[in-house]
């Protein structure tokens, strides 16, 4: 069946067959996304207003719909939910020298080889050192287009000339506007720019990437301002010293936005990491306390992560609560359950933990790893190698279950766990996968039992 676009405003509903900045229904900003319907038997778009007021069968709402562009990168392209949408707005936000313009050019180049027209703008750079990494990245395509500029308005004009597929504004904050009379990188340059591309992108047929650094400060200018009127929003994150790179779905009006995508930084460019697991765990210490590997769930893709933990102490006062990559909240319901359930006083003890790699483990599922982790650091006990450990922990103790268990099992057996602590309401429905036992908890208090070569119970006892 034939589709139609039509333009919706997301606060009042109301239709258009344009897109607009402002809804002319309810007078917000922004808000007016495009939407693709069936077109009825005879009826052009003019048969739409009719359409709205009927009830349709669920089933007859034709659904994704959507074409896609690949990019051609996986990673890239599983994040966005399956490739760009033509006519919609990508943002993408990060630290300054994280890999944003690679990973944009690197793309690019892949689209461009295919023989597709693609529009680079650079606000930031001169065509030398453009070309410099071009050459790095092995893109040498007459299809991709460079333009450097830091005006809007010859940007906007440039863009209708040559009709590409995909156009990169690198970065928002390096564009400034004739008509606007802030400093370039201020608030209302960078909504400015952003919302007259925006305008351009869902006139046209291209899709749009806008490049966003990250302010150290986070807020201000920042892409934070923009979140609310792009289509989609992609952070790349990583850490200095590190060659691995996250792309990390925030927002997307087209698709799942838990998606991640992992990459790692050479000397060519970014490589696509298929098997993020292994590079979570290659660095991983043996028989040390304090360390525990979880399986996390990242859109739809079980991830293993290391959790590791040290309580040092005790100290005089109250001690000191760190965590990095994981959810303080969540640490602090890890500790007050071990203090009431398990009788072990960690008030005095300093904590600090981090999921290791990069990974940010803050989901429930790695509460019982937490714990782990904190106990085996408490207990200097290392954990008994091959064993993973996840569940969600409440404050009564209880462990509780969690979904894709089946993914989290499978993904650790892949990587050679012969041994899984999980919730004992997720034991069951579990296949018998060879080699691989799995073993129910229903409650904190059999965690220590089942931790260790030993049984860590005694040991518990002598610390309260
Ligand atoms: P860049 O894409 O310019 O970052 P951003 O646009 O987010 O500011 O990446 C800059 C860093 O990446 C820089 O420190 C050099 C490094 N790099 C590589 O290690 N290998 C490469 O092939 C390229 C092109 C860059
Ligand atoms: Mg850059």
Known sequence: MKTDIVFVCTECGKQMLKWMGRCPGCGEWHTVVEREIARSKGGGVGSLEKRTGNVVPLTEIQGDTVPRMKTGIQELDRVLGGGMVRRSVIL????????????????????????ETVLYVSGEESLEQLKLRAERLDVKSPEFLILVENELEPIMEKMGDVQASVVVIDSVQSICSRSSDSLPGSVTQVRHVAGTVLDRVKRGSAACFIVGHVTKDGVLAGPKVLEHMVDTVLYFEGERGHAYRILRGVKNRFGSATEIGVFEMGDRGLAEVSNPSELFLSERPQGVSGSAVTALVEG???????????????????????????????????IAVIEKKLGLALGDQDIFLNAVGGVRAVE???DLAVAAALLSSFLERSITGGTLVFGEVG?????????????????????????????????????????????????IEELSGLLFDSDGSAEIKTKR
Request: hydrophobic share 40%.
């Open 92 to 115: 993408l936000g990060g630290d300054p020298g994280i890999g944003k313009s690679t990973l944009l050019m690197q793309a690019l180049g892949v689209m461009a080889a295919r023989g």
């Open 300 to 334: 739809t893709r079980p991830i293993l992560a290391e959790i590791q933990a040290l309580v040092t102490g005790p100290i005089p006062g109250q001690g000191r609560r760190t965590c990095l990559g994981t959810d303080s909240q969540r640490l602090a319901l890890m």
């Open 364 to 366: 429930p599922a790695s």
């Open 395 to 443: 404050l009564a103790g209880e462990v509780r279950r969690v979904s894709k268990s089946e993914a989290r099992i499978n993904e650790a057996s892949r990587l050679g766990f012969n041994r899984i602590i999980a919730p004992a309401a997720n034991v069951e429905p579990v296949p018998a996968t060879s080699g691989i036992k799995v073993v129910g908890v229903s409650h």
